[in-house]
């Protein structure tokens, strides 16, 4: 039993740990101020989703979820040239999550989450992001939305792996 929960164990941060090298790897490759959105592309691959903004600039989304504890945003400037690469799911966004937020708001602050459950009987969806792994557990953070696609709550649980 402990031989099968600690190969588990290492298999899922073996599983993190390749990702999250390989996402190193690419980003030290790109140069925001001189990689083209053609590089960008090259390197990472076609954005899992594009967001377009008002002056021409594009926000291309490489969500890692559910696996990973990242959701990258590059932002492509009206030039054509990479000005930034953010990584969104921190503490920081988070708490900028709030009642009255619409769906399309929360993805565009934190990407796409790992999970999106509906609770017909609560009349609500949740969306959920992996935070953090310690032994034997999972944390996620999740938003919570009315039938009417607004925040009502947000909340953090944690989910035994073994």
């Not at 588990?8 to 993190?16: K, M, P, R, W, Y």
């Not at 996402?23 to 377009?52: F, I, T």
């Not at 921190?90 to 929360?106: C, I, S």
Request: glycine residues 8%; proline residues 6%; contains cysteine.
């Amino acid at each position: 039993m402990f031989g099968k929960l600690l190969a588990g164990l290492l298999l899922t941060g073996a599983i993190a740990l390749v990702v999250s090298a390989c996402d190193v790897d690419k980003l030290s490759r790109l140069r925001p101020g001189s990689s083209s959105a053609d590089e960008v592309r090259q390197v990472m691959g076609k954005p899992n989703l594009e967001w377009r903004e008002e002056d021409g600039t594009r926000i291309w989304e490489y969500p890692r979820t559910p696996e990973g504890m990242v959701n990258y945003m590059l932002v492509i400037g009206p030039d054509q040239v990479l000005r930034e690469v953010r990584q969104v799911l921190t503490e920081e966004n988070f708490n900028r999550v709030r009642p009255g937020m619409r769906m399309d708001d929360v993805r565009y602050l934190l990407g796409q989450p790992a999970h999106q459950v509906r609770f017909p009987l609560n009349q609500e969806t949740v969306w959920d992001w992996k935070t953090k792994v310690e032994p034997g557990m999972e944390w996620y953070f999740n938003v919570h939305f009315s039938d009417r696609g607004v925040v009502t709550r947000t909340s953090t649980n944690f989910v035994p792996k073994g």
